[in-house]
């Protein structure tokens, strides 16, 4: 059974900085990218930033670009998202997602609970 665990989120203040993690666990299947997503109150879910699993390469939404920053730990089989100059509108659940397989034509399956990120004004 493949788990994603969320930690980090919290409270904080606009400008401010949080890192979440994503502990991935149970990884019988082929990991193509890692990536994060984040879902506001009444808001459908949107994409933040993603990361090859294999080579690193990352794509980044453009309003977290220069701000946040996605990076992962190969053998330990962790991802983070570093968060900077925090701003009100990035108050979210925040979700790790993995897409298994070879290619980018597939989806992300596998989700963790989400953590909650709450950025006051």
């Known amino acids: 059974q493949v788990q994603l665990v969320e930690s980090g989120g919290g409270l904080v203040q606009a400008g401010g900085s949080l890192r979440l993690s994503c502990a991935v666990s149970g990884r019988p299947f082929r990991l193509y990218s890692m990536g994060w997503f984040r879902q506001a109150p009444g808001k459908e879910r949107q994409f933040v930033v993603d990361i090859r699993w294999s080579g690193g390469g990352t794509y980044y939404a453009d309003s977290v670009k220069g701000r946040f920053t996605i990076s992962r730990d190969y053998f330990k089989n962790m991802v983070y998202l570093q968060m900077n100059s925090l701003k009100p509108e990035d108050t979210a659940v925040y979700y790790c997602?993995?897409?298994?397989?070879?290619?980018?034509?597939?989806?992300?399956?596998?989700w963790g609970q989400g953590t909650q990120v709450t950025v006051s004004s």
């Open positions: 997602a993995a897409k298994p397989g070879t290619t980018s034509a597939g989806e992300y399956v596998y």
